[in-house]
């Protein structure tokens, strides 16, 4: 089975611009999570999504949204961007079900680079 | 501080030592998952550890949980430079609609040939 797959790799923009990353979860899986990865922060939760539906959301301004799509695949976005928002965005997915989210399988990430 | 503390931050060993790194959470746990992660690289999954007094192991990697202390212990016997990169635990804490995932910042290993 394809893991986690997250375009683009990487990517370098300037500061008021805006951003769309994407993820594409492993066949079956359901549920879609973001994470933002700083070397001072470490892993932080951006959001999770499932069947389309997002289930929970974590302390980040509303520049950041997301949505996922009937197939599971996932976009994230970022609007305005800042320099503080440059890190390394790690998608998840899981087989997940209306209770529970399962184990987590990680996209190899899309280092955003913000000047 | 931090939900979830892990130690150490950093560990440099000789290529054939054994290791242990320590995951602590200051909730209770009811799941708890070691990754993996090569520098600038998505999150390798290892595994999952739910029952108290759970113990797995994947080649040379052992995790174990300790429920009453809410703790998980990663160790690596006769290490190699492969295992190098850095360790990552997460926890499932809150029951119920409370339910989320804390992860700890990592423990950064590197494996000295």
């Known amino acids: 089975k394809a893991g986690v797959t997250q375009t683009p790799r990487y990517l370098i923009k300037t500061r008021g611009q805006q951003v769309t990353l994407s993820c594409s979860p492993i066949s079956g899986h359901r549920s879609v999570s973001w994470y933002q990865q700083t070397p001072g922060q470490g892993l932080q939760f951006l959001f999770e999504y499932f069947s389309e539906t997002q289930r929970n959301k974590g302390n980040f301004p509303g520049r950041f949204s997301g949505r996922q799509f009937s197939n599971s695949r996932s976009e994230m976005n970022v609007s305005t961007l800042e320099l503080g928002d440059s890190a390394l965005y790690l998608c998840?997915?899981?087989?997940?079900?209306?209770?529970?989210?399962?184990?987590?399988?990680f996209g190899p990430g899309t280092r955003l680079t913000v000047l | 501080s931090q939900e979830l503390e892990q130690s150490p931050q950093s560990l440099i060993v000789q290529e054939g030592k054994n290791l242990t790194i320590n995951c602590t959470s200051s909730k209770t746990l009811y799941g708890l998952y070691w990754y993996k992660q090569k520098y600038g690289e998505g999150l390798i999954f290892l595994m999952m550890l739910q029952k108290g007094g759970e113990e797995k192991s994947h080649e040379k990697i052992t995790a174990k949980l300790d429920e009453k202390k809410q703790q998980s212990s990663l160790h690596i016997t006769a290490s190699q430079p492969s295992h190098a990169g850095i360790y990552l635990c997460?926890?499932?804490?809150?029951?119920?609609?409370?339910?989320?995932?804390?992860w700890g910042l990592g423990t950064s290993l590197a494996v000295n040939p």
């Open positions: 997460g926890a499932d804490i809150g029951a119920g609609n409370n339910r989320k995932l804390i």
């Open positions: 998840a997915s899981s087989l997940g079900t209306s209770g529970s989210r399962g184990t987590q399988y």
